[in-house]
């Protein structure tokens, strides 16, 4: 058995150690990867997961249904106040504005063939005019003046109406200086005056006559405009109204499974305020629908074709005075025969009257509005039995006799004429009433709701909040 040596001495000198090979180093190590940088998340995610995890505990859920609750009846009541108070300015535009436009536009044309019939009717008079005629006149302009003055203080800068306006106060001084002209030539026995009248009723008859037509037209376009915008239910208030009924009603029948409780008094106040401001909402709109839609019929419509037959009265009287004035040289051909132009035009006119009498008559309510439509068709017949009578001896030649039963004292087409206007202002004021009347009740209905709404929304709000409040400080 050998033993290795205990020393440990070097070796001799001279020896070479054996040389060792390298040796492969450990495989280098890759840097580490730096780590990814979380994503940033949005305030809405944030929120959303808030909300998910409120979600999940009894409190949570009960905070989210409070908060949905305050902010549907607070939107029902904004919405109830903003869409009844829309329609409370547009009732009170019906009644206040256009309403009154309307019929002013119709006294201005009424005013211009009025005083057109009067500058014919003392014209036929000769040197002899009567001062009732004369003052009729100026009367007349004057109010047809008047009435452009109101209606260019309400006409929309750069309307067609403003427009309208500027034409008609431009055509007047015209119209004006041609009746005076007419005048002072018959006066001296000049026949040149009778052109002149019917210059004048050419230019009253083709330019004045339809832009005041026109601007009637489009003031009465503003009223249906204003009652198309007074009357359509608010739908998305009602809809609204209904979905925070049934939201408040889900939420008290849940609290009544999960405590057994049946009245939770912060929601039963917040669902008696809704339930007042919706029951107030739908039957106030239909008080006042019912209101406005009444005030359209029996008083819009029947002022339409009352004003209508007004007008073709004052233009039939002024065709059968200018027929005397023309004495047959205005003539109009109508299929192949040749007739008078100013008695086909009364003919027309007559037939309008007619018309318009029979859906006046038709339109009225009562015995007040009946009585002088009747009126007014009993002197028409009457005036189209003396006109026949006097055209009859005008075409026989027997003009002093046809200007008799035109413009004389007794038994003259002039008294029928007056009668019908007469009888036809009565009845125009009659509906005018009726329609102020049942106007009123319809703006009336909405008076106070727009200010309800708003504060009993608030405080169905409050009491939504004060409810779902009470039944989170049991976790408490």
């Known amino acids: 058995m050998t033993h290795p040596p205990k020393s440990s001495a070097a070796p001799p000198a001279g020896l070479a150690m054996p040389a060792v090979p390298p040796q492969p180093g450990p495989p280098p190590v890759p840097p580490a990867a730096a780590p990814a940088p979380l994503a940033r998340r949005t305030a809405f995610a944030e929120g959303a997961e808030r909300l998910r995890t409120a979600a999940t505990t009894e409190p949570g859920r009960l905070r989210i249904i409070g908060a949905l609750l305050a902010l549907l009846v607070v939107a029902f009541g904004a919405v109830t106040a903003w869409q009844t108070s829309e329609r409370a300015a547009a009732a009170d535009d019906v009644l206040h504005r256009s309403q009154p436009l309307s019929s002013g536009a119709a006294d201005i044309y009424r005013s211009l063939a009025d005083a057109n019939t009067a500058a014919s009717s003392g014209f036929l008079a000769g040197g002899q005019e009567s001062a009732d005629s004369r003052t009729r006149y100026e009367k007349d302009i004057q109010n047809a003046a008047s009435g452009l003055v109101t209606a260019a203080a309400n006409a929309t800068p750069g309307s067609p109406s403003e427009a309208t306006i500027a034409k008609l106060n431009g055509l007047l001084p015209e119209y004006k200086g041609l009746i005076e002209r007419a005048r002072t030539y018959n006066r001296q026995g000049y026949p040149v005056g009778g052109a002149y009248l019917r210059y004048a009723n050419e230019k009253m008859q083709k330019e004045m006559l339809p832009a005041a037509e026109d601007l009637y037209t489009k003031e009465n376009q503003r009223l249906d405009a204003d009652y198309g915008d007074a009357t359509p239910y608010p739908w998305v208030a009602i809809a609204l109204g209904v979905l925070a009924l049934a939201a408040l009603g889900w939420a008290q029948h849940r609290t009544y499974r999960r405590t057994n409780r049946v009245l939770n008094h912060g929601l039963v106040a917040a669902t008696a305020a809704t ?172 008076t106070g709701l727009p200010v309800g709404a708003a504060v009993l929304a608030v405080l169905g709000a409050a009491g939504a909040v004060a409810g779902i409040g009470r039944r989170l400080s049991e976790y408490r």
Not at 285 to 295: F, I
Not at 327 to 354: H, I, N, S, W
């Open 275 to 446: 339930a007042v401001v919706l029951l107030w909402l739908v039957v106030g709109h239909a008080v006042a629908r019912s209101g406005l839609d009444g005030s359209y019929q029996h008083g819009i419509r029947s002022l339409n074709y009352l004003h209508d037959a007004r007008i073709a009265s004052l233009k039939a009287r002024g065709n059968e005075n200018l027929s005397l004035v023309a004495r047959g040289a205005e003539t109009v051909t109508v299929d192949g025969k040749q007739y008078d132009a100013y008695y086909y035009d009364f003919d027309k006119d007559m037939t309008a009257l007619g018309k318009g009498l029979s859906q006046a008559e038709k339109l009225a309510d009562d015995q007040t509005g009946t009585r002088p439509v009747k009126a007014a068709e009993g002197n028409m017949a009457v005036w189209k039995k003396r006109h026949t009578s006097a055209r009859t001896e005008d075409e026989n030649g027997n003009y002093q006799q046809a200007l008799d039963k035109v413009i004389g004292a007794e038994g003259a087409t002039g008294e029928c004429f007056d009668s019908v206007d007469d009888n036809l202002r009565r009845a125009i004021d009659h509906e005018q009433a009726e329609f102020k009347q049942a106007a009123v009740d319809g703006r009336d209905a909405m």
